[in-house]
C-alpha cells in the first residue's frame, strides 16, 4: 500500500514557491545577492564561524583529547585530528570566493577568470556543489555541538576515570525486587 509523504510533499511546495517568488523578485533577489556578496571581510567572517563550531564539535565528541602523558602515537593522532579542522573553511571561503567571482562576472562583467561557455558553466555547477556541501556539513556541526544527547554513529569512547570516580555502583547480590 502507498501512502503520500507529506513532508518531502511539503518541501516540494516551499521549493516550488520559493522559485516562483525569485522569478518574480528577480531585481530584488539579485540585488539581495549583490548586498551579501558584498560585505566586507565575508570570508574571515564565514570561515570563522565554520573554524569555531567545527572546533567546538570536535572537542564535545571527544574526538580531540590531550593528556598529561601521550604517547608519540596518541599525539599524532589528536594533532591530525586538531589540523583536520581546517577542511571545512578552507572549502567554505574558497567556495565563497568562486561565487563573488563568478557572480560579479556574470551580473557585472567583471572578469574573474577568463571562461566562457561550457567551461564557466562547469566551474558555476562544482562550485554550488561545494558551497552547499560545505553548507551543510557546517550545519550538521553546529546542530551536533549546540544540541544535546545526539545520537552518534562515531565510535564510542570510553566514558574517563574522572567523571565517573565518585558514583557507587550497585552491588547486584544485594538487589531487592
Keep these: 500500500m502507498k501512502i503520500f509523504d507529506w513532508k518531502y510533499i511539503g518541501i516540494t511546495i516551499v521549493l516550488l514557491i520559493g522559485f516562483i517568488l525569485s522569478h518574480i523578485f528577480y531585481d530584488q533577489v539579485l540585488y539581495f545577492t549583490k548586498c551579501v556578496l558584498s560585505l566586507p571581510n565575508l570570508n574571515l567572517y564565514a570561515g570563522g564561524v565554520s573554524t569555531i563550531f567545527t572546533i567546538l564539535h570536535k572537542v564535545k ?56 561557455g561550457i567551461e564557466l558553466t562547469f566551474i ?39 567523571e565517573v570516580q565518585n558514583m557507587t555502583v550497585p552491588d547486584p547480590q544485594n538487589v531487592t525486587e
Design 61 to 116: 565528541g571527544r574526538k580531540i583529547e590531550f593528556k598529561k602523558l601521550m604517547s608519540i602515537k596518541e599525539f599524532s593522532a589528536n594533532i591530525g585530528d586538531v589540523i583536520s579542522f581546517i577542511d571545512n573553511p578552507i572549502i567554505i571561503v574558497g567556495s565563497l570566493t568562486l561565487v563573488k567571482g563568478l557572480f560579479f562576472q556574470i551580473t557585472e562583467n567583471i572578469v574573474f577568470i577568463p571562461l566562457q
Design 124 to 162: 558555476i555547477i562544482v562550485t554550488i556543489y561545494l558551497l552547499y556541501s560545505s553548507i551543510l556539513e557546517l550545519w550538521t556541526t553546529i546542530y551536533g555541538t549546540c544540541m544535546k544527547d545526539i545520537v552518534s554513529l562515531d565510535t564510542p569512547h570510553a566514558t574517563l576515570i574522572t
